[in-house]
């Protein structure tokens, strides 16, 4: 009856340790990603990026490259260049959809850093820039922080999400990160 009880205890820490690293690795590998990754996403994996545009999805599209870097604590750096077959977004995400260059200093950062960030050039060409009239901005969110330093008074881009659209490519190009 000992040797019973001491081989189902036995069983039990064995069965719980197992459960206890099966999810202890689930956990880790979808929250990150431990090395850089240059391959071309799929088509699904970025359905996303049309969808947040308002653009249509069931249209036919290629990605052109994509990187996604390694992630540690949150920071990351993602951005996929996509040719698109046509850019007409709905109503409702139209007004969005900003060309040419911008008014607001933190917008014109942010389509400076977002640029640099998601290799604008590579995407659209050596000539593009991010604040031409051909090229528009679509902003799905921007993440701020006001500077350490308190003599400095504008707040500085910590992450976000955008897209850029270049019209005489007709390529999307869809930039994330999180510092």
Not at 1 to 25: D, F
Not at 40 to 61: H, K, M, S, T
């Given at each position: 009856?000992?040797?019973?009880?001491?081989?189902?205890?036995?069983?039990?820490?064995?069965?719980?340790?197992?459960?206890?690293?099966?999810?202890?690795?689930a956990i880790f590998t979808n929250e990150f990603r431990l090395r850089d990754d240059t391959?071309?996403?799929?088509?699904?994996?970025?359905?996303?990026?049309?969808?947040?545009?308002?653009?249509?999805?069931?249209?036919?599209?290629?990605?052109?490259?994509?990187y996604r870097s390694a992630v540690s604590l949150g920071d990351y750096i993602e951005y996929h260049c996509l040719q698109l077959e046509n850019f007409l977004p709905e109503p409702r995400t139209a007004p969005a959809w900003v060309r040419g260059p911008e008014k607001d200093?933190?917008?014109?950062?942010?389509?400076?850093?977002?640029?640099?960030?998601?290799?604008?050039?590579?995407?659209?060409?050596?000539?593009a820039a991010p604040n031409e009239q051909t090229t528009a901005f679509f902003v799905h969110q921007l993440e701020l922080n006001r500077a350490h330093d308190l003599s400095v008074d504008e707040p500085h881009i910590t992450g976000?999400?955008?897209?850029?659209?270049?019209?005489?490519?007709?390529?999307?190009?869809?930039?994330?990160f999180e510092t």
């Open positions: 009856m000992r040797t019973l009880q001491i081989l189902v205890q036995l069983i039990g820490a064995l069965t719980l340790l197992s459960a206890s690293a099966l999810a202890a690795v391959a071309p996403a799929l088509r699904n994996d970025v359905r996303f990026v049309l969808n947040w545009g308002g653009l249509e999805i069931d249209q036919e599209y290629k990605v052109i490259h994509s200093v933190i917008m014109t950062q942010a389509r400076d850093l977002f640029a640099a960030t998601g290799q604008i050039r590579r995407c659209f060409g050596a000539g976000g999400e955008v897209i850029f659209f270049h019209q005489p490519t007709n390529r999307l190009l869809y930039v994330g």
